[in-house]
């Protein structure tokens, strides 16, 4: 196992009802600008169970972050902070709204230059508004990591300060009724490739790590489909499941003490900032296509995630790959996820244009050693066709 150093301070509240406990996060006297996305909490009722929630409080609202957010939406919310002199920050929403709440959590007590640069040119974030969320949509684990990815005129950007980690999040299963069958499906495919991500590189004899992964990894593949059937869909039991392995899938626990790759993860933000395809979906096409060909380097835990996550022992070692990864494709598909680039009516006259932008980007020595080079790149991209 490497050497880490773990701590993830978020406290979580997770079950039905969950959202009053908002009133003992958050400071009787603070004064808090409540941020959400195109508005599904006001249909679904969330809104109004958070800003009940709030009691006395001042509070003020922010609207309209939109899936991947925008710098330019995001920034227009500073006027409103300065103005009534917001001193916590409280979102309300799936991946994106949290990530656009922790960047502006960082914009609004930056002073260095443009707020951008903190993503372009990793300016030093030395302070940051508090921030609790209320998760909507299980999916990125950004209700207790400190993460974020915002886009900007078609780059897609990933940044991360501790600061912006939320003191809390609540964990609501019973709010992620409303989702579209969309939306439950990246939700699952995302936790599961975070996972992956985290778990499919070379051995470094992680027993615990591992094994939770592979927990993980089962309780998606199991709950995943009963999330979509109509019978089994409303389940508090099979939503709760859900939302508790993807919050566990990127809280820093599974990534304590082993190699990462987020190969998938980085080509499929070019992806999106280019093409604007849902996050997940990218995932779903470039995953599989590292999975073969990195099936070399990535061998033994490959075969360690064939026997225990699928139970497949029969056939010789590249048969028993072979299997592992059909299956994990046909796990995507039962999600209603596409796995080629074709289905999203990408060809091989795009693969220039994606490499471009990663270079841009300076991802130029992806996986967990660092040798996927622009032309390693390109064949995965090949092979995701
Ligand atoms: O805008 P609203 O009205 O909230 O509607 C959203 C949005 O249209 C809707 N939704 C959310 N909760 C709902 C709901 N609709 C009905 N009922 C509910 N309970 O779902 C749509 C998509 O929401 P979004 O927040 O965009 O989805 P997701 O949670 O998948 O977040 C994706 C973003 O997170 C980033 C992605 O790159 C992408 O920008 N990621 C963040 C990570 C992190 N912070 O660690 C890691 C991930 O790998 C990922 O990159
Ligand atoms: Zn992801």
Redesign the pocket.
């Known amino acids: 196992m490497l050497n880490f150093s773990f701590h993830n301070p978020t406290s979580i509240h997770f079950g039905v009802g969950q959202i009053e406990k908002i009133d003992k996060e958050i400071p009787q006297d603070a004064k808090v600008l409540v941020i ?6 006001k249909k ?1 009722g969330i809104f109004d169970q958070v800003i009940d929630a709030l009691g006395g409080r001042e509070w003020a609202e922010f609207s309209g ?1 939109e ?3 925008n710098y330019d939406t995001l920034i227009k919310s500073l006027p409103l902070i300065n103005d009534m002199q917001v001193d916590y920050l409280l979102a309300v ?7 656009g709440a922790k960047f502006i959590a960082a914009a609004a007590k930056f002073e260095a230059g443009e707020p951008w640069d903190i993503i372009a040119k990793r300016a030093k974030v030395s302070q940051a508004l508090p921030l609790g969320a209320v998760l ?2 299980p ?4 209700e207790s ?1 400190s ?3 915002v886009t900007r005129n078609g780059h897609k950007l990933p940044f991360t300060n501790k600061l912006l980690r939320p003191q809390f999040a609540v964990l609501d299963p019973q ?2 009724l ?3 069958d969309r ?1 439950i499906s ?2 699952i495919v ?1 936790a599961f490739v ?1 996972v992956m991500e985290q778990y499919l590189t070379y051995d470094v004899n992680a027993k615990v790590q591992d094994r939770f992964s592979e927990g993980l990894l089962m309780t998606l593949i199991e709950e995943g489909p009963k999330a979509l059937n109509s019978e089994t869909k409303d389940d508090l039991d099979v939503r709760a499941n859900a939302m508790w392995s993807a919050t566990l899938a ?1 809280n820093g626990l599974i990534a304590a003490g082993v190699p990462q790759d987020w190969t998938a ?1 980085m080509i499929g ?1 070019e992806l ?1 900032g280019l093409y604007d395809i849902d ?2 979906r990218t995932l779903s096409i470039t995953f599989p296509a590292v999975m073969k060909v990195r099936r070399d380097v990535k061998r033994d835990k490959l075969l360690q995630y064939a026997e225990r996550v699928w139970h497949v022992v029969d056939g010789n070692e590249d048969q028993r790959i072979d299997k592992a990864i059909e299956l994990t494709e046909n796990f995507f598909k039962t999600m209603n996820v596409p796995t080629r680039l074709s289905e999203i009516d990408l060809d091989a006259t795009h693969i220039d244009t994606i490499l471009e932008k990663l270079q841009q980007h300076g991802m130029v020595a992806l996986g967990e050693r660092r040798e996927i080079t622009p032309d390693i790149t390109r064949i995965i991209l090949e092979a995701a066709l």
């Open positions: 959400y996305g195109g508005g599904s909490i679904n972050i899936p991947n957010p929403g799936g991946g994106s709204v949290i990530d909507t949509l999916a990125t684990g950004s990591n993460s974020g990815v709010v992620t409303s989702l579209s939306q990246n939700g995302d975070h990127l993860h933000h999106t996050h997940a």
